[in-house]
């Protein structure tokens, strides 16, 4: 094998198409631009999302205010309040929440916020929980792990 002698599959090498060679050729007189308008001039090339002068989409749509985070982590909500379903002395985990129904998801991460009152001694065991919710739940002689 020689390297003269090497060329490509066939099949694999596609012939440019050859505009303004005349009508014998198939792309002569208009060269595959249509007839007359702003496409078949030279510069007919316009921007993506120019609107042939018409004020375009992008700035009829109000501009986005504030910030978005990217890293944004949504989590499920849950009172004080709501553990009251659980018998004293019971440990309260994601698992638990999702087998009494106070949680749908089980990879989201659950929030205790402080609404509510807590009587029963529970051991909570959760992703977060803010400081009201903890006090109250070592008031009521439970522990927060």
Not at 7 to 34: D, E, I, Q
Not at 54 to 62: A, D, E, F, N, S
Not at 90 to 117: C, F, Q, S
Request: glycine share 14%; net charge positive.
């Amino acid at each position: 094998m020689l390297l003269n002698s090497i060329k490509p599959k066939k099949g694999s090498v596609k012939s440019v198409k050859r505009l303004g060679r005349g009508n014998a050729s198939g792309h002569g007189t208009f060269c595959g631009r249509g007839c007359k308008g702003q496409g078949q001039r030279k510069s007919g090339n316009v921007r993506p999302g120019f609107e042939g002068g018409q004020t375009p989409l992008i700035m009829r749509l109000p501009k986005l205010r504030g910030f978005k985070n990217p890293n944004r982590t949504e989590s499920q909500v849950l009172n004080v309040s709501d553990l009251e379903s659980f018998k004293d002395g019971d440990e309260v985990n994601a698992a638990a929440l999702i087998e009494k129904k106070l949680v749908r998801n089980k990879t989201l991460p659950v929030k205790l916020l402080g609404g509510g009152k807590l009587t029963k001694k529970l051991t909570v065991k959760m992703n977060m929980i803010s400081s009201s919710a903890k006090n109250k739940i070592v008031s009521a002689g439970g522990k927060v792990l």
